[in-house]
């Protein structure tokens, strides 16, 4: 930032601004303030509001220290319509020292009538002189960080809004983005007017409508934040276009061998979902479509005839998950499925694992790399290490909401040889809210799975205090004497993975001697790849009736005959993992049911979380809560990932604007190409380029 803090040339308060994400100036200027305070007028003390923060001032009378019921400063201040204490619980010396009887003072703060009536604890104070003129103006308060005062925040932004109005250069930072007709078909204010307002607002501007956020300068700031989101999404979503991919039409030899093999008929929603992909397949720019739909609604059959019609056309394609686990399952699932068709061929599919010898893994690898593996399974960080694919026409990444916002933005260039992108088909099992999926996700389309196959009976859900916990272990006994099968699922341990192993171990011993009559599995993270499949193997074959696990089953298991799941210390689970692991049962025909263990006292949103699975079977609702509670931040994952989250809209309240927005980044794409390029520049600037990559 070459001019952004030319005063002070200090690298430090770059590296505080910075963290405030402030690296340009256009960053400084739409830094916008917290609140304001008001020290525009003078409060008479005979009639303060309460909880309201006021300014008054005054003389003071009197001033001690006292010491009961503890040290504190307290100062008597008279303003000739009453007397109010304002009093320190700590203090300088060097306060004590000024504020003494006669010093004239004006005070901000909020004022509450205590038991020797009004008095202001800990307000702003202030030495003044008689007749010190007022602010003219709200006071900003900006968000800030340690070590860099609201005061040096105001200082740079004021000097910045001035230098750019003197050096004549105002379309830069402050010129207008937007051309007059979406200005006005959305009756947007201008940028400058609007910035200006809320840095130094007006005399007359009111703080009231400046904290609801809902003054014209607020409205355009969001209109703005959401437009600049909507426009780089956009353009990731045309500039896939201008990539080019290998058509994949739909040709019938394997697709059609593989609906034909199958036990069951498609739902319609599989139908509907497999024909867009089909049709995108088809098309020679690279397919980027979120196939989404509930736990357990079979996403993975639609993977299968995605691959399936990439093979026929003489392509490769690639599947990745989030766990070994689940890369085993869907190994072993494809492996079912699309072994027999692809026989003749010699390592039609092929596993990559973490736990693989290193013969295999090179086997495996020189089997994608001179194209006789026409199907790779892997977890994801296992692709990210390699990838020598010959002819990879579709890459498949499973569970995609595990990975982020971030992961998959750069995820989607990998694989891009010669000007060639595979076509990428992402799927996940938590519903995204409407106004996530048009913010965060709209450069992807979306196909929506929302039937599940019939059959289906629903998982009763039961809440169950930990005190209760060996009539749980006796219902355990009984189903697994009756035939079925059952998870036991340990608590997640957030602060350490090695106290997680440990209560994963150790409940497990446990579980062994109240169940001596059964065969009892452990699968967690950190067993070696090769006991945790032969575990997940005899459980899937009925060999194993109980398994102990983490939450690493959390996603994709599908072992029909369990019925049973109990979950421990479920509130310090999240609403998406309770969602998912109870997806693992339910299943089969068998009515299931899944016990959530808790152990009080509950927090509010533990109890708030709990509450909602037990009310809620439906994956949409579930996340548009889950939503609500965690923001959107949290709930994408994408936290620390360096994709711009919103600052100042907020989906749910300014859903209108966010409409608004999508409208106008159509028309500017289309229309006004160069405006466009301005206002990602301007909100999005370095991490535009970030974008780009
Ligand atoms: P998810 O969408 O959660 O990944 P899966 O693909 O694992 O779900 O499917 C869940 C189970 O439903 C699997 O056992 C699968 O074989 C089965 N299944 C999928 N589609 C159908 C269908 N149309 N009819 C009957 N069973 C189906
Ligand atoms: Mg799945």
Redesign the pocket.
Known sequence: MPDAAPHSGSASLREKLGKLGIDDESGLILHLPLRYEDETHLHPIHDLPEGRTVQVEGVITRSEIAYRPRRQLVCRVEDGSGALTMRFLNFYGSQARAYVAGRRVRLLGEARSGFFGIEMVHPRCRIVGEQEPLADALTPVYPTTAGLSSETLRRLIRQMLQRREDDGDPQRHLGETLPDAVLQRHQLQGFRESVLFLHQPPPDARVDSLRERTHPAWRRIKFDELLAQQLSMRLHHRQRRTHHAPPLPAKGSLTGALLDSLP????GA?ERAYAEIGRDLAADHPMQRLLQ?????????VAALAISQAIENGYQAALMAPTEILAEQHHR?LTDWLGPLLAPLDAAIVRLSGGQKKKQRQAALAAIGEERALLAVGTHALFQEMVGFGRLGLAII?EQHRFGVHQRLTLRMKGATGGTMPHQLM?S?TPIPRTLSMSYYADLDVSV?DEL???RSPVATRLVADTRRGEIIERVREACREGKQAYWVCPLIEESEALQLKTAIETHETLKQEFHDLKIGLAHGRLPPREKSAVMEAFQRGEIQLLVATTVIEV?V?V?NASLMVIEHAERMGLSQLHQLR?RVG?GSETSVCILLYQKPLSATARERLRIIFEHHDGFEIARRDLQLRGPGEFLGARQSGVPMLRFADLERDADLLDAARAAAEELLGSHPASANRHIQRWLGRKSEYLRA
């Open positions: 069951f008929a498609l739902t599989q739909g509930d736990v357990g609604c079979g996403k993975t059959i699932k499973d799927m099992a799975i196959p019939p059959g994709g599908d029909p997806g299943r």
